[in-house]
C-alpha cells in the first residue's frame, strides 16, 4: 500500500466529491478514479458508495480514513526529524512589520515544541505587501491580515479582530465612546502608496478615497496622526502610543488575521505550520 494512495484517499474522503479532490491535488480526475480503484482492489473492500451528487465513505472507508490519517501524519513526522537532523530544515515566515499579535507567542511556542531542530526566520515587509513577500518567493508562509489579492495563494482565517479609529488624545472625537464612519468622512487620513494591494488599502481607509500623508509602516501611521492630527484605522486592541487614543468603529468589518501560503505547496512544515497555527488562534 503506497503512501501516495492513502494520500488521494484521504483528499477524497474529506472533499466527499471526485472533482474537487482532484483539483485539491493539482491532478485530473481520471487518474484519481482509477488510483481508488487500484487500492480498493489492492484492500480487497469497497471504500466509497458513489453517486451522481458525489461519494460517502463505507464503514470499511471509514476505518481507513482514520488509518491513513495517523499513518500519513507519521510519515511526515519521520521526514521531518530525519531532514532536521541533517540540519537543513528552515522555514521562512513573513510577517507586517511593527504589528503585533498575541497569537503569534503561542503560535511560536507551540511549532517549537513540534519541531525543536527546525530554524524559523522571520522576514518584516511594509504596508505596501499585505502578503508579507509570498509572491516574491522571499518567504515560505505569511502570517498577516486581510483583505489582499489571494490569486495563487491559500489562505486561512485565524481571528476576527475588531478595529478602531486612530485620533489624537486632544481631538474632539477622541472623548466618544464610539464612532461610524460619517464622523471621519471630512478628514485627513494616513494613506499608502499608489501601486499598495487595492482592496488592502480600501479596508484602512474605510472602504473610501482619502487623501493624506503616505506611510509604510505601523511606526509611520502612528506618527503621522501624532504630528499631523490625521486619522487612520488600527486594532482595537493595539495600546496607542503616548498622544493618542483608538476609538471603537461602530460600522467597521473586523480585520482578519490569517495564514498564507503558495497554492500548491506540498511542504509538510508548512502544513505543520497551518495545523499548529489554527489550534494556537483557536486558543
Known amino acids: 500500500m503506497e503512501l501516495r494512495a492513502l494520500h488521494y484517499f484521504v483528499a477524497v474522503a474529506e472533499e466527499l466529491h471526485f472533482g474537487r479532490a482532484a483539483t485539491r491535488l493539482h491532478m485530473s480526475q481520471p487518474p484519481l478514479s482509477r488510483a481508488i480503484k487500484r487500492l480498493e482492489t489492492e484492500l480487497g473492500a469497497t471504500l466509497f458508495h458513489r453517486s451522481p451528487a458525489g461519494v460517502t465513505l463505507t464503514p470499511v472507508g471509514a476505518v481507513l480514513l482514520d488509518e491513513a490519517r ?3 501524519d507519521r510519515a511526515e513526522r519521520v521526514r521531518l526529524r530525519v531532514a532536521a537532523a541533517a540540519g537543513s530544515v528552515t522555514v521562512t515566515v513573513g510577517v507586517l512589520g511593527g504589528a503585533t499579535d498575541p497569537g503569534v ?7 517549537h515544541r513540534l519541531h525543536p531542530r527546525v530554524e524559523v526566520r522571520v522576514r518584516e515587509s511594509d504596508l505596501t505587501d ?3 513577500g509570498l509572491r516574491a518567493g522571499r518567504v515560505d508562509v505569511a502570517l498577516t491580515r486581510g483583505p489582499f489579492d489571494t490569486t495563487g495563494l491559500t489562505v486561512r482565517e485565524l481571528s476576527a479582530d475588531p478595529v478602531g479609529a486612530l485620533l489624537r488624545t486632544d481631538d474632539p472625537l477622541a472623548r466618544r465612546d464610539a464612532l461610524p464612519l460619517a464622523d471621519l468622512a471630512d478628514r485627513r487620513w494616513f494613506v499608502f502608496p499608489e501601486g499598495t494591494d487595492p482592496a ?3 479596508y484602512w481607509s474605510g472602504g473610501a478615497p482619502r487623501t493624506g500623508p503616505v ?3 505601523v511606526q509611520e501611521c502612528r506618527q503621522a496622526v501624532l504630528w499631523n492630527g490625521t486619522v487612520g484605522m488600527t486594532l482595537l486592541a493595539d495600546e496607542p502610543a503616548d498622544g ?4 471603537p468603529l461602530l460600522d467597521m468589518a473586523p480585520s482578519r488575521m490569517v ?3 503558495a497554492e500548491g505547496d506540498a511542504n509538510p512544515l508548512i502544513r505543520s505550520f497551518v495545523r499548529t497555527a489554527i489550534a494556537a488562534y483557536r486558543a
Open 105 to 111: 507567542a503561542r503560535l511560536a511556542a507551540a511549532y
Open 130 to 132: 499585505p502578503a508579507c
Open 70 to 72: 495517523a499513518l500519513l
Open 244 to 247: 493618542l487614543t483608538v476609538v
Open 200 to 202: 488592502w488599502q480600501s
Open 215 to 217: 506611510v509604510r509602516a
Open 259 to 261: 495564514v498564507a501560503w
